[in-house]
């Protein structure tokens, strides 16, 4: 509902519009939005009832958004301030509200919960931010649950 009315606020409120990623400005997150934060159950809002979402949040205000299923797909953005709101603004221009609700944050249609550490295979997508600083969006990155003996043994 809040995401909503944000939307609405934003539509309706002439307020500034974030047209392109370098002018959004990076704001260190708040205590309460710092960490990782990952889906526990299924939900309708991911492809499959086996999928993860995770968004991790650096205190410094960088983001990662990170779905995996048979494929791993990680972008990578921003937290700012919009109208005095935090969104997640990710390189491609996407700008999503986050709200913390009961320990719960309500992020792209998604419930997260804080976890203690991210997945691997976002782990691996973090690790791959910083060798490809431009890209908008990392994808080569393969699932651990689709590993199988003949690709470990081609890594060594």
Not at 37 to 47: C, D, H, K, M, S
Not at 89 to 100: D, K, T
Request: aromatic residues 4%; hydrophobic residues 40%.
């Amino acid at each position: 509902m809040k995401k909503w009315m944000l939307i609405a606020v934003l539509a309706l409120g002439g307020c500034a519009q974030i047209d392109n990623y370098k002018s959004a400005v990076k704001t260190p997150a708040p205590a309460s939005l710092q960490g990782n934060w990952q889906t526990v159950e299924p939900q309708g809002g991911l492809i499959s009832d086996q999928a993860i979402a995770s968004l991790i949040i650096d205190s410094d205000g960088s983001t990662l958004d990170c779905r995996q299923w048979q494929r791993i797909i990680a972008k990578p953005g921003k937290l700012t301030l919009l109208s005095g709101d935090y969104v997640n603004v990710n390189r491609q221009l996407r700008v999503m509200p986050l709200v913390v609700e009961n320990g719960e944050l309500k992020y792209d249609g998604l419930t997260l919960r804080r976890v203690d550490r991210p997945t691997v295979d976002c782990q691996k997508a973090l690790d791959e931010v910083a060798k490809q600083p431009d890209a908008a969006v990392i994808q080569n990155i393969e699932p651990e649950l689709l590993r199988t003996t003949i690709t470990q043994n081609n890594e060594k």
